[in-house]
């Protein structure tokens, strides 16, 4: 299956022939792709589609999603074809099952932490920088997983050991990107900046697999319920935080992929972004990380690129859900 992303300002998307045309009047360029395989387009910034080509992307089931070039998620459009209101019954129903959400919650909370300690061992190899008390603060968090009695509690541990982790990292960048703390909303300064645009495409990527699956994306297990909030998006997402975007941002850092003088200044509301062409290469790197192949998943004895691991990973979070036995699904812990 193959992921578009568009960001061409002005650019008019239609199809012609069983063939996605990309047209960039400014430019006086046209580029085309076979539409068979497609099975997400991403949309960053100004673009236009033909009312012919939304309507084939739509019969196809390939989803569309907008994105702000500074990462901001409008919303997204896709077809009928995976709906299924008994498994959104399903996920309604166990959303007030305690027992069952909680379970999951350990899962997804637990893995995370896990990523997020082995993170901080790798780099810290090849850093002149001790984050060993961050590290050990993080294990102590993971200890209390299990005792916790609720998802309250629970994510008083994940915001500890997240303070620990992000203070530790900020060590372990190179010193023109180092930062005071996580910022969102808007990220102020580079790397938080892209942090927060792979966290905006990774949850794009598990919405289309949660999408793809039936599943409703707005109701989870351990987020909070509201409105706006693709939950279930956010629950799958948090193993794979350190795993995909932590470890991406970090590379393109010490590839020097990604430059400090790539970004915006600050805007009105003091939030920092990247500029557009970095933007683009920044895209790139994302799309050959979801790329990789590794065996990170425990049920699987063979390497599958993490696209392809967010997939399955979706389709276990069905089978516990279906069989409301939270011991099926495995979290990806990286080694």
């Not at 180092?178 to 808007?186: G, I, S």
């Amino acid at each position: 299956m193959s992921y578009i992303y568009l960001y061409e300002h002005g650019a008019k998307i239609s199809v012609q022939n069983n063939r996605i045309v990309v047209e960039q009047k400014r430019a006086n360029l046209t580029r085309s792709i076979p539409i068979e395989g497609v099975e997400s387009v991403c949309i960053i910034g100004e673009v236009a589609f033909t009312s012919p080509c939304i309507k084939e992307f739509l019969g196809r089931g390939i989803q569309l999603t907008w994105l702000s070039p500074s990462g901001e998620f409008f919303g997204k459009l896709s077809g009928t074809n995976h709906q299924n209101v008994l498994r959104e019954a399903a996920q309604f129903d166990a959303r007030y099952d305690e027992a069952f959400c909680l379970e999951m919650a350990k899962k997804w909370t637990g893995a995370k932490m896990r990523n997020q300690r082995t993170l901080l061992r790798r780099y810290s190899r090849f850093r002149d920088a001790d984050v060993q008390a961050e590290i050990d603060a993080i294990g102590q968090c993971i200890d209390g997983i299990e005792s916790s009695p609720s998802i309250n509690a629970l994510m008083g541990h994940e915001g500890v050991a997240a303070r620990h982790y992000f203070s530790a990292l900020s060590r372990l960048t190179e010193p023109d990107f180092r930062f005071d703390k996580r910022t969102r909303q808007p990220p102020r300064d580079p790397f938080n900046s892209m942090l927060s645009f792979a966290y905006t495409l990774l949850l794009h990527e598990i919405n289309v697999a949660v999408s793809s699956r039936g599943l409703h994306p707005y109701v989870g297990c351990m987020h909070a319920l509201r409105n706006g909030h693709p939950a279930l998006c956010s629950d799958l997402m948090e193993e794979w935080r350190p795993v995909i975007a932590d470890s991406l941002v970090m590379s393109v850092v010490a590839k020097q992929s990604i430059k400090i003088n790539e970004f915006d200044p600050p805007d009105s509301r003091g939030g920092v972004y990247l500029k557009p062409d970095a933007c683009k290469r920044f895209l790139a790197e994302y799309e050959e990380k979801l790329r990789v192949q590794a065996k990170y998943l425990s049920y699987a004895d063979f390497p599958v690129s993490f696209r392809r691991a967010i997939e399955l990973q979706t389709g276990q979070f069905v089978k516990a859900l279906e069989a409301r036995d939270a011991s099926i699904y495995q979290g990806v812990i990286i080694r």
